[in-house]
């Protein structure tokens, strides 16, 4: 069975600075990997996906993640926080031959300080 | 434009009644999924459909039933409601069953077991 693990339920960053959230993942087999950001009272959005085509994915809003086998480590960045970027981000793991379910992380609340 | 709701939005019952959550996409996804978020938990899969007459259980199923009669809809039956399924209900669809697919959400319902 697969899984994913955020470290730290909640992040804090200032305006402008590196915005950096973690997920370590932990599968038996080939893993896909997800990044979703949920704004208040919404459902949740992509902001991007590892398919294997490429170990660095970018995303939307100017995010992107780096897939690390060595390390099980999918971690999401942003070089510039910006105060639209507060709300809660979700890594989720499927699985070669799992078919299309997804297995969620308990979520990191990012709060953006001017 | 395609899009997936829920209704209600929110909804406040007693101990004991059933309850039935609805959940309509227009994308004419083939797969459907209905997870429920609660605090530190993330979100987790209560079933799935891969299309019509398809249901399976997910990690998370006791308490709850779905049916698949058409393309465009999944609804969600609470048989009993009790206190404990108090939580935030997602809908969520996808194109194909394939492991990369990206999963589309509905706006979520409130739900409070009183």
């Known amino acids: 069975a697969q899984s994913v693990t955020q470290l730290g339920s909640h992040v804090s960053v200032s305006e402008g600075a590196l915005v950096l959230l973690r997920c370590n993942y932990s599968?038996?087999?080939?893993?896909?990997l997800f990044w979703y950001v949920q704004y208040p009272n919404q459902g949740l959005q992509l902001l991007l996906k590892y398919t294997s085509a490429a170990t660095l994915v970018k995303g939307i809003n100017g995010f992107e993640a780096e897939f690390k086998k060595s390390e099980t480590s999918f971690h999401l960045t942003k070089p510039s926080a910006h105060m639209s970027d507060a709300a809660e981000y979700f890594c989720?793991?499927?699985?070669?031959?799992?078919?299309?379910?997804?297995?969620f992380g308990t979520g990191t609340q990012l709060k953006v300080e001017l | 434009d395609a899009e997936i709701t829920q209704s209600p939005r929110h909804k406040i019952t007693e101990t004991g009644r059933q309850v039935t959550l609805a959940c309509h996409q227009t994308?004419?996804?083939?797969?459907m999924f209905w997870y429920r978020q609660d605090l530190g938990h993330g979100l987790r899969l209560i079933h799935y459909?891969?299309?019509?007459?398809?249901?399976n259980k997910g990690e998370v199923s006791d308490g709850y039933s779905v049916s698949r009669s058409n393309t465009e809809d999944l609804p969600l039956t609470l048989e009993s409601a009790a206190s404990s399924q108090t939580s935030v209900y997602f809908c969520a669809s996808s194109e194909s069953g394939g492991a990369t697919d990206t999963q589309y959400f509905g706006p979520g319902t409130r739900l409070t077991v009183l």
């Open positions: 459909s891969y299309g019509v007459q398809d249901t």
């Open positions: 599968s038996s087999v080939p893993p896909y």
């Open positions: 989720a793991v499927s699985a070669t031959g799992g078919g299309n379910k997804l297995t």
């Open positions: 994308w004419n996804h083939n797969n």
